[in-house]
């Protein structure tokens, strides 16, 4: 369980919203380049056609994953 946020004091939001944007971004970086990683690998489930459902399952995650990203920017760039 996260510990809780301790609060800000005067002058402390700026340099707090600056970290947490700088978080918010690293983290929508990592989970994009996850899901080109999962997609390659759909890819290449993608022409078996004994893996099709392995294909179909990590194209779901895949975009499960983009979802995820563009959630990350947005509430990045509503910190701005």
Do not use: K, N, W, Y
């Given at each position: 369980?996260?510990?809780?946020?301790?609060?800000?004091?005067?002058?402390?939001?700026?340099d707090?919203?600056?970290?947490?944007?700088?978080?918010?971004?690293a983290?929508?970086?990592?989970?994009?380049?996850?899901g080109?990683?999962?997609?390659?690998?759909?890819?290449r489930?993608?022409?078996?056609?004994?893996?099709?459902e392995?294909?179909?399952?990590?194209?779901?995650?895949?975009?499960?994953?983009?979802m995820?990203?563009?959630?990350l920017?947005?509430?990045?760039?509503?910190?701005?």
């Amino acid at each position: 369980m996260p510990s809780p946020r301790p609060a800000r004091g005067f002058g402390e939001t700026a340099d707090v919203t600056s970290s947490e944007q700088a978080e918010l971004s690293a983290l929508a970086t990592a989970i994009g380049e996850l899901g080109e990683r999962v997609a390659a690998m759909a890819e290449r489930f993608e022409t078996d056609d004994d893996r099709t459902e392995v294909a179909t399952a990590l194209f779901e995650a895949e975009r499960s994953l983009r979802m995820g990203e563009r959630h990350l920017e947005r509430a990045e760039r509503a910190l701005r």
